[in-house]
């Protein structure tokens, strides 16, 4: 997942910028970050002070859920979500497509606790794993709370049928892609009122742990809950959602990290019924 502040310049932007005299500082070209080659996941901890954490850290994510060895916790809560209809921009921030509620749009709640939802961004193939199997596409809800902390809420799509959200922005999609004049600016594109529906369904089962951001600064402290029910969606959507991407970006997955003694718990709702 990405945070919504710190937008860093990619290689592909700063091409488009070369003939532009101003603002290509030597301090951002440095704390760029990619998916491939030296700016690759291997090397984010050394490409700023601020990125530390990427390769220092203990608590890291993704990492992969192995089934049986996951913990069953029966004081989990649903993971209750309300989520109204708001005005959404679609943006391209360069390392991922990422959907932007221009006002409140709702919260998650755990343990008592409101996180208010900020955006919503895709990951191509997924960066969490299953029992070891990558999945085509992962959709991360990014939510924070008043005092400052994060809790992500976390899909992951199989090839299938295609999303229905997905297919009523694909034309959106489709402008993005074709978006040249982005600079080292973020592309938007305004999406009007986005219905929210298909995002707080019911879930009857998640794995919950704590992490990290998965891109550069990798901040720590993070709730993650990975829903169990993985939806589906179309090999043409999955092209849709790398299209508009920095080559360097277009597999834009974190490979997993190790579970350094973290456990990963359990919430079924077949346990809360008991
Ligand atoms: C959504 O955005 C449009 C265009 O900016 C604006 O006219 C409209 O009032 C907004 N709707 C709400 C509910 O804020
Ligand atoms: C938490 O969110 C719920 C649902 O939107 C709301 O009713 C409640 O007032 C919020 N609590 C706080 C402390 O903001
Ligand atoms: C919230 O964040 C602070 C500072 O990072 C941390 O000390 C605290 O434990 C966090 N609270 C929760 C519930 O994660």
Redesign the pocket.
Known sequence: MAPRYSVPVLGIALLLLVSSTSAIDAGRHSSTFGYVGSNGPGKWGSLSPKFVTCSNGKHQTPVDIVKGQVVRNKRFEPLPRDYNP??ATLVNNGFNIEIRFD?HVGVLVINGKNYTLKQVHYHTPSEHRIDGIQFPAEQHLVHQSADGNFSVVSILYKYGAPDSFLRKIKSNLGELAKDKCAGDEEAHI?L??MDTKHMKRKTRKYYRYLGSLTTPPCTENIIWNILGKVRSISPDQVQDLKAPLASSCKDNSRPVQPLNGRKIELYDELDAKN
Do not use: A, S, T
Request: glycine share 16%; net charge negative; hydrophobic share 35%.
């Open positions: 708001v005005n006002e305004p009007g009122i």
